[in-house]
């Protein structure tokens, strides 16, 4: 069973950065498309960030296009979400999720297995 575990959430202010890990157990990461989904509260789970399997190709969503960058380390079975120049309305709980399959999807629906999540608080 594929375990996914987020970190390196926390609270920063306007402008700060953080980066995110997402560590992947089992040996099939690698075969996946994976992607960064957020939630804040009342709001539906949002589609931020995708990446093929072998990182050849990322989707970003309008909001966090040009401040997010996702990557990921098949060796390590690690993804990372380095986000820059934050707002408050980033302020979510961050979550990492498989695909099914190795295409980039923004559907939650389109995604097997996700982690815990991790909080990002923003303050102004």
Same mark, same amino acid.
């Given at each position: 069973q594929v375990q996914l575990v987020e970190s390196g959430g926390g609270l920063v202010q306007a402008g700060?950065?953080? @980066?995110?890990?997402?560590?992947?157990?089992?040996? =099939?990461?690698?075969?996946?498309?994976?992607?960064?989904?957020r939630q804040a509260p009342g709001q539906e789970r949002e589609f931020i960030a995708g990446i093929t399997w072998n990182g050849d190709s990322t989707l970003y969503a309008d909001s966090v296009k040009? @401040?997010? =960058?996702?990557? @990921?380390?098949?060796? !390590?079975? =690690?993804? *990372?979400?380095?986000?820059?120049?934050? @707002?408050?309305?980033? =302020?979510?709980? *961050? *979550?990492?999720?498989?695909? !099914?399959?190795n295409t980039i999807r923004t559907a939650p629906g389109e995604y097997d297995r996700w982690g815990q999540g991790t909080q990002v608080t923003v303050s102004s």
């Open positions: 700060g950065s953080l @980066r995110l890990s997402c560590v992947a157990s089992g040996r =099939t990461f690698r075969l996946h498309a994976m992607g960064w989904f040009g @401040r997010f =960058t996702i990557s @990921r380390d098949n060796a !390590k079975n =690690t993804m *990372y979400l380095q986000m820059n120049s934050l @707002r408050p309305e980033d =302020t979510a709980v *961050y *979550y990492c999720a498989r695909n !099914k399959v």
